[in-house]
């Protein structure tokens, strides 16, 4: 069991930056990535940004390209997900992600449902 808790959203204005963090805990594997997702109202999660834990490598979505970062502090087990420029387009909520990519997993993973643990998620809303 893999225990994921987002924190970072609130309400910002057009240009403003925010910084989303997902503190994980628990049992987590040898090898896992950790993702970004977000969810507006009325539409479907969308995927935004992933992580793999062990090569350190970063795979955003076109959407958020130039605009957010996803990083990694391994002492306080936790990702990260700097947003610039925030657009009210990006008001979601923001939910963090947990895949277990075992002995054969690939670099990267953009599905909803190929993640094994969800956090609650972080609201942010972007005014214009």
């Known amino acids: 069991q893999v225990q994921l808790v987002e924190s970072g959203g609130g309400l910002v204005q057009a240009g403003d930056s925010l910084r989303l963090a997902c503190a994980a ?3 987590t594997f040898s090898r896992y990535s950790m993702g970004w997702f977000r969810q507006a109202p009325g539409k479907e999660r969308e995927f935004v940004s992933t992580l793999n834990w062990n ?3 970063a795979y955003c979505a076109a959407s958020v390209k130039g605009r957010f970062t996803i990083s990694r502090d ?6 990260y997900l ?3 420029s925030l657009k009210p387009e990006d ?9 277990d990519s075992g002995s054969s997993g690939r670099l990267y993973y953009i599905r909803e449902y190929e993640y ?7 609201q942010v809303t972007v005014s214009s």
């Not at 094994?116 to 972080?122: E, I, K, L, N």
């Open 55 to 57: 090569t350190g490598t």
């Open 74 to 79: 391994h002492a306080e087990n936790t990702v």
């Open 116 to 122: 094994d643990y969800w956090g609650q998620g972080t």
């Open 82 to 84: 700097q947003m610039n």
């Open 91 to 99: 008001t979601a909520i923001y939910y963090c992600a947990y895949k």
């Open 25 to 27: 805990s628990g049992r």
